[in-house]
T-cell receptor
Framework: NAGVTQTPKFRVLKTGQSMTLLCAQDMNHEYMYWYRQDPGMGLRLIHYSVGEGTTAKGEVPDGYNVSRLKKQNFLLGLESAAPSQTSVYFC???????????FGPGTRLLVL | AQKVTQAQTEISVVEKEDVTLDCVYETRDTTYYLFWYKQPPSGELVFLIRRNSFDEQNEISGRYSWNFQKSTSSFNFTITASQVVDSAVYFCALSEASGTYKYIFGTGTRLKVLA
């Protein structure tokens, strides 16, 4: 039981490049979330999903897209990376909206 | 509007001291949940506790204890006899029924426990 896993752990991009972050969970959770963590700002919600095939915007969605084609996977895409997207990205999942969210180990992204 | 305030940016204590991390929240909902997470230097987020708005009982788990007071909108976290392994950033979070239970995080408190 791996819980929530994220791929890759670390990535360096040049401005304008694209990439996809993968989140996978093996707990059969319906809900999945993507957050970014920046110094002094806590965690902020980018996008979330309440079930397979559904996605919704969070607090800071601009510049990101997501997809939930399979229940266990939640992908976060950056179409044209910007230095402002340098951050640590966390994925989380939960059984229900009011349930505890369990987090992956994080992906550190540096955009030059 | 919902908000979580962790006014203590950084706290340093000497090992074996007790330390309390403050969390003050704002919400108009009567149904909500409060959480504490630990982020050690390795970077992962570790769930510590979940408390619902209808349960004001304090909780103790080993050296950790939590004091939930609705009257002051606070959910404070105390570590008794701190250890170096407690050094981490601690986050408090709020989720509300009206916000479809999306988490609102505080900005975190960095705890340094010195040997």
């Amino acid at each position: 039981n791996a819980g929530v896993t994220q791929t890759p752990k670390f990535r360096v991009l040049k401005t304008g490049q694209s990439m996809t972050l993968l989140c996978a969970q093996d707990m059969n959770h319906e809900y999945m979330y993507w957050y970014r963590q920046d110094p002094g700002m806590g965690l902020r919600l980018i996008h979330y999903s309440v079930g397979e095939g559904t996605t919704a915007k969070g607090e800071v969605p601009d510049g990101y897209n997501v997809s939930r084609l399979k229940k266990q996977n939640f992908l976060l895409g950056l179409e044209s990376a910007a230095p402002s997207q340098t951050s640590v990205y966390f994925c989380a999942s939960s059984h229900g909206t009011e349930e505890t969210q369990y987090f992956g180990p994080g992906t550190r992204l540096l955009v030059l | 509007a919902q908000k979580v305030t962790q006014a203590q940016t950084e706290i340093s204590v000497v090992e074996k001291e007790d330390v309390t991390l403050d969390c003050v929240y704002e919400t108009r909902d009567t149904t909500y949940y409060l959480f504490w997470y630990k982020q050690p230097p390795s970077g992962e987020l570790v769930f510590l506790i979940r408390r619902n708005s209808f349960d004001e009982q304090n909780e103790i788990s080993g050296r950790y204890s939590w004091n939930f007071q609705k009257s002051t909108s606070s959910f404070n976290f105390t570590i008794t006899a701190s250890q170096v392994v407690d050094s981490a950033v601690y986050f408090c979070a709020l989720s509300e029924a009206s916000g479809t239970y999306k988490y609102i995080f505080g900005t975190g408190t960095r705890l340094k426990v010195l040997a």
